[in-house]
């Protein structure tokens, strides 16, 4: 893949409908050159960054440029040093930048989405929400960017957004150890989202 084609997918997948790109490549670019640096900061220009371009594309949200440490989310708290968030103390004179979990929370755009049901899940409602509460305190004490954004009850069913992907799946084993049924995964990497469904009749 030409330079030029990787970096139009690269803003394509970066900025959605605000950038396209077409199959040979021409004419490609159509953003100003100030929103790509706003989002993407330098675009990678030799084959050999092509790993660096994978681990980009991977989670937009995560598209950036190199975050200053130490670093602080304003919103949640958590701390940005060597490389990842954590939960801990402030250090002093860290730069405020909001973390990407705050960052989906903020823009009501999950990565994730776990959705229950079945006639069990009513009959053991709180006792299922408790497990997934527990399984996201887990998670999200050692992964600050991964966290419940929302509990929609809506009777039949339950749905669980996330911040993160790795949540649904966790909650999903957790409860299929606990009371079986059916479990399904679906993860599209194109848009860095994973879907999960449980379900269980009787
Ligand atoms: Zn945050």
């Not at 030409?2 to 490609?28: I, M, N, P, T, W």
């Not at 299922?128 to 929609?152: C, F, Q, T, Y």
């Not at 996330?162 to 599209?188: K, Q, S």
Request: glycine share 8%.
């Amino acid at each position: 893949m030409q330079v030029k084609q990787v970096a139009a997918r690269v803003l394509y997948l970066c900025l959605g409908e605000a950038a396209s790109f077409s199959k040979d490549g021409h004419d490609s670019i159509r953003v100003s050159r100030e929103i790509v640096m706003k989002n993407l900061g330098e675009i990678p220009r030799t084959p050999r960054k092509d790993r660096l371009i994978r681990e980009r594309i991977h989670d937009p949200y995560k598209a950036r440029l190199k975050l200053p440490e130490p670093a602080l989310c304003p919103q949640c708290k958590a701390v940005y040093q060597q490389g990842r968030w954590r939960w801990g103390d402030p250090p002093a004179g860290a730069s405020e930048v909001l973390c990407q979990a705050c960052h989906r929370i903020n823009d009501r755009y999950p990565a994730g989405e776990l959705t229950l049901g079945g006639g069990f899940l009513n009959a053991h409602k709180t006792e299922i929400l408790h497990l997934a509460r527990n399984e996201e305190k887990l998670e999200s004490g050692e992964h600050p960017l991964d966290r419940i954004m929302e509990v929609e009850d809506r009777g039949q069913t339950v749905v669980i957004t996330t911040t993160g992907i790795h949540l649904p799946r966790r909650i999903g084993e957790a409860i299929h150890r606990a009371y079986e049924g059916d479990l399904d995964f679906h993860y599209e990497e194109e848009s860095y989202t994973i879907r999960v469904r449980w379900n269980r009749e009787a």
